[in-house]
């Protein structure tokens, strides 16, 4: 099992610009989970995803969409790029409420 | 609107124990306390959890108070490689889960 895996590990973007970070998950988990973090900070939620088809807003959804794919996959979409959105975005995905989370290794984003 | 309140940092001697204490006072009786690690910029990994009872697995120990509104994480015997972020989360009455800041522990040779 691969876990939890995103792409791309690395961007970067100017100002403006749009892209879709990517989840996948193999795990035959429910939930999925974007999250953000900045340097030297803690992780903010994002958004989350509780089953197939749901999604809902988490600490800092501002300037972000998602979508819940199918089971497997969770995207993330920046439609215009801001300076404050450089930051590491981490993926996680959990079986059922109450159980162990799993994460992904990270994207890391700068936006110029 | 983190439901856990964490130290920012604390340091550890090597060999000795780290005892990282949580405070999260508003749990709800179906959550669970879950105390994850952060190493240098990888994905947090998982450590331990518990609902009520302490508990204990190969990497540490959970002590959590009677009244639930309190727990600390320990490290039996403290290695340079545990120096990371820990992060203390309370969930399972939903979906939503907040981390906080964690607390950045230092282990000291």
């Known amino acids: 099992n691969a876990g939890v895996t995103q792409t791309p590990k690395f961007q970067v973007l100017k100002t403006g610009q749009s892209m879709t970070l990517q989840c996948a998950q193999d795990?035959?988990?429910?939930?999925m989970y974007w999250y953000r973090q900045d340097p030297g900070m803690g992780l903010r939620l994002i958004y989350y995803?509780?089953?197939?088809?749901?999604?809902d807003k988490g600490e800092v959804p501002n300037g972000y969409n998602v979508s819940r794919l199918n089971k497997r996959e969770f995207s993330l979409r920046l439609e215009s790029a801001a300076p404050s959105q450089t930051s590491v975005y981490f993926c996680?995905?959990?079986?059922?409420?109450?159980?162990?989370?799993?994460f992904g290794p990270g994207t890391r984003l700068l936006v110029l | 609107d983190a439901k856990t309140t964490q130290p920012t940092s604390m340091d550890c001697a090597e060999g000795r124990a780290a005892n990282l204490p949580c405070n999260h006072s508003t749990i709800s009786g179906n959550e669970y306390v879950y105390w994850y690690r952060q190493i240098h910029s990888q994905g947090p990994q998982y450590i331990i959890h518990?609902?009520?009872n302490n508990e204990t697995n190969e990497m540490a120990s959970l002590i959590i108070t009677e009244d639930r509104k309190s727990s600390t994480l320990i490290l039996p015997h403290a290695t340079l490689r545990d120096t990371a972020v820990y992060y203390c989360?309370?969930?399972?009455?939903?979906?939503?889960?907040?981390f906080g800041a964690g607390t950045r522990l230092f282990v000291k040779a």
């Open positions: 996680a995905s959990i079986r059922d409420m109450a159980e162990t989370q799993y």
């Open positions: 989360i309370v969930y399972g009455g939903g979906f939503k889960t907040i």
């Open positions: 518990g609902l009520k």
């Open positions: 795990m035959n988990h429910n939930s």
């Open positions: 995803s509780a089953s197939e088809g749901t999604t």
